[in-house]
Each structure stands twice: as structure tokens, then as C-alpha cells.
């Protein structure tokens, strides 16, 4: 059982940053892919970042060129740099994990693993 746990979420102003942490209970090298979600209130979830177990990144495009996905040398804690946040960018995030032996998918189907979330807030 694979276990996530976020951190860093906060109350930021318009233009500020934030720097979200996934803790996950193993490395994810060549084991797991993880993608970044974030659900707005009244929204649905969507994706906005992966990583694939091998290391390869995606953004969709409301968050590329603001936010950046890394983690940490021993591909336990990975991290989700966001830039010029705006009041858009108000959400629940959460990080999930699927298993990616592969490390050629970083958007998977479905998510086995699921972490309880942290609230960012972009308000003045």
C-alpha cells in the first residue's frame, strides 16, 4: 500500500507563489507515476502535472510556463512549484500515484493511490 501525504498548501496573494510537497512512502523510480490534481470549488478534479516513473513531465496548458514539476534524489517527495499564482489557481491540490513500470506513461487512466489534499487559496 502506497501512501501520499501534500503539504505547503496556504493563503497567498494574486502574483505569489506556493511550493506543494507529495510525500510517498516509497521512491517512485520506475515504479510509479505521479500526477499533480486540484479541484476548484463547484469544479470537477482535473490533472494538471505528471511525472512518470522514469521522470518524464507534463503540464496541461492553463499551469505550463507557472508551475514545475521535481522531486527530491531519492524520488520520494515530489514537488509542485507554482509560479504568478491567480485567483484561478484556487483549489483542493492532491497527488496520486498509479503503478508505471515502464516509465513511458505519465498521464495514466486511473490513479490507484490517492492523497488527502491541501487547500491553496489565491486571494487579495
Known amino acids: 500500500q502506497l501512501h501520499l501525504v501534500e503539504s505547503g498548501g496556504g493563503l497567498v496573494q494574486p502574483g505569489g507563489s506556493l511550493r506543494l510537497s507529495c510525500v510517498v512512502s516509497e521512491s517512485i523510480l520506475f515504479r510509479y507515476a505521479l500526477t499533480w490534481f486540484r479541484q476548484a470549488p463547484g469544479k470537477e478534479r482535473e490533472a494538471i502535472s505528471c511525472?512518470?516513473?522514469?521522470?518524464?513531465?507534463n503540464y496541461v496548458d492553463s499551469v505550463k510556463g507557472r508551475f514545475t514539476i521535481s522531486e527530491d534524489n531519492t524520488r520520494t517527495t515530489i514537488y509542485l512549484q507554482m509560479n504568478s499564482l491567480t485567483t484561478e489557481d484556487t483549489a483542493v491540490y492532491y497527488c496520486?500515484?498509479?503503478?508505471?513500470?515502464?516509465?513511458?506513461?505519465?498521464?495514466?487512466?486511473?490513479?490507484?493511490?490517492w492523497g488527502q489534499g491541501t487547500q491553496v487559496t489565491v486571494s487579495s
Open positions: 496520486a500515484a498509479d503503478p508505471d513500470p515502464l516509465g513511458s506513461r505519465c498521464w495514466r487512466n486511473s490513479y490507484a493511490y
Open positions: 511525472i512518470s516513473s522514469s521522470g518524464r513531465k
